[in-house]
């Protein structure tokens, strides 16, 4: 990593890093941020004419501290058009983009679509955005410098997407991402390699929730609990021996588990949900197998789903994936898989959503107590098929404003993988704006996308 000073004009940019084992492109989207000079634009002195986009560090012979010279012109700032009405159909590409509500692309540094994808899904939580914009500048003291560096990295990324039109590139987030987790690190033949999106969003959240939950910081330590959070009650019984136990965990994501038998998302979370370990028996004095049979006992507003088509493969002894078809709703419901303490929680909301939709119908609704209120309900919801699936579910009162969970999620992003090698392929995001049209995010390239196209998607399963 070298640190130079780029001359633009009459401005002057002092110690912009140069990550020399990345190509110079890299650096010129770099540069784009600082300056708007698109990379096509840019021209760079150095030893021996000007920088090319794939030239090598090492033969350039830049130092450390050096200053270069760039020329350019920035973007025009577009200007309202002094033209009558113009029809969405009739408007480039781009201009669909704002129209329709999007936040910008992100520039692929390298084998980093897995991180970009994961960034477009979290991007579209609201709630994550509010809590970031608090997220103070100065670390605390009871929380990790690369922890802190690592959540205002994902505030100043989050800010930049909502700010621009043209793709970003996620420069700091990732460079900070690495230190953090250094296994985003890993090089082959000099290349970055390709990552699980899984493991991204995983670990991100995990950082997010140990910032954001800092006693110094937040009145709140549970927001991404809140969030993203599932609250897992378990029955852990063997047959054999008669032995019985409950735990509890928290997780941020379901399994949907793939098998022959599997064709839809509720079938694998089903399969998901049951499990067999082999463990130490106190009674037998030996190992045994147990049974573990899990309900959803607390409910997060958004909630993740994975699809696990990962594997490790013995007889070849590496990754592999498993790209049967598995189809998913739009609208999911998870009242099955929860706890009986948890269905007599979300009995209330969901007869309130049941006579509004009765009311939307034209239909009578039931008549209510002289304690109840009515209520309009707005559900949202994240899911992420291929690796993760996510939905969020957030009925809010008309006269309280206060949220009320139904157990029912609506989709609101999913994030595929495309390829048949777990350790290759190409991550692409889908994302549910405000105005309800549906975006493509594919790395630079967002691209609108029909409601019905979404399902199409199987899970992930498509190989194209």
């Known amino acids: 990593m070298l640190t130079v000073s780029v001359k633009w004009q009459k401005e002057l940019f002092p110690k912009v890093e140069i990550d020399t084992s990345q190509p110079p492109y890299v650096f010129k989207c770099q540069l784009h941020g600082l300056t708007g000079v698109p990379p096509e634009r840019q021209k760079i002195m150095v ?241 045994a197998i147990y049974l573990k049979e899990s309900r959803i006992n607390a409910l997060p507003r958004y909630l993740t789903v994975q699809f696990v088509r990962f594997f490790w493969k013995r007889e070849s002894n590496q990754k592999a994936k498993i790209l049967r078809k598995v189809d998913y709703p739009l609208q999911l419901d998870v009242y099955d898989f929860c706890s009986d303490g948890l269905c007599k929680k979300l009995e209330a909301p969901r007869q309130i959503l049941r006579d509004e939709e009765g009311k939307k119908a034209g239909l009578k609704a039931k008549e209510k107590t002289s304690g109840s209120k009515d209520n309009d309900v707005k559900m949202t919801d994240v899911q992420r098929p291929s690796n993760e699936s996510g939905e969020s579910s957030k009925p809010t009162s008309k006269e309280d404003k206060k949220s009320h969970l139904t157990g029912i999620y609506d989709l609101v992003a999913v994030l595929t993988h495309k390829g048949r090698s777990a350790d290759s392929g190409h991550y692409v995001a889908w994302v549910k704006q405000e105005s309800g049209k549906w975006i493509e995010f594919d790395d630079d390239n967002p691209v609108p996308q029909r409601e019905e196209d979404i399902t199409k998607l199987s899970g992930g399963g498509k190989l194209a």
């Not at 030893?47 to 830049?62: F, I, S």
């Not at 910008?104 to 960034?119: D, Q």
């Not at 937040?218 to 599932?230: H, M, R, W, Y």
């Open 47 to 287: 030893k021996g004419g000007l920088l090319k986009d794939d030239a090598n560090w090492a033969t350039l012979g830049v130092k450390e501290g050096q200053k270069l010279m760039m020329m350019g012109t920035a973007d025009e700032i577009v200007k309202t058009p002094e033209k009558g009405p113009v029809f969405m159909e009739d408007l480039p590409e781009e201009e669909q983009m704002v129209a329709v509500g999007h936040t910008a692309g992100l520039f692929n540094l390298g084998n980093t679509c897995y991180m970009n994808s994961t960034v477009q899904c979290l991007h579209s939580v609201p709630e994550l955005k509010s809590a970031l914009v608090s997220y103070p500048s100065q670390k605390s003291s009871d929380l990790d410098h690369t922890s802190h560096m690592l959540t205002a990295a994902t505030r100043e990324l989050f800010n930049e997407l909502d700010k621009s039109v043209k793709p970003v590139a996620p420069m700091q987030f990732w460079m900070v991402l690495r230190k953090k987790y250094p296994q985003f690190g890993q090089l082959h033949n000099g290349v970055y390699m390709q990552q699980d999106a899984e493991e991204c969003w995983t670990q991100l959240l995990y950082t997010l929730s140990q910032s954001l939950g800092s006693p110094s910081f937040s009145e709140n330590p549970d927001t991404i609990k809140a969030l993203f959070g599932i609250e897992l009650v378990s029955r852990v019984h063997c047959q054999e021996s008669g032995e019985e136990s409950s735990e509890t965990e928290s997780v941020y994501s379901l399994k949907c588990h793939i098998s022959q038998e599997v064709n839809h998302l509720h079938e694998g979370l089903k399969h998901g949900l049951k499990s067999e370990l082999e463990k130490a028996s106190p009674c037998l004095g030996r190992s």
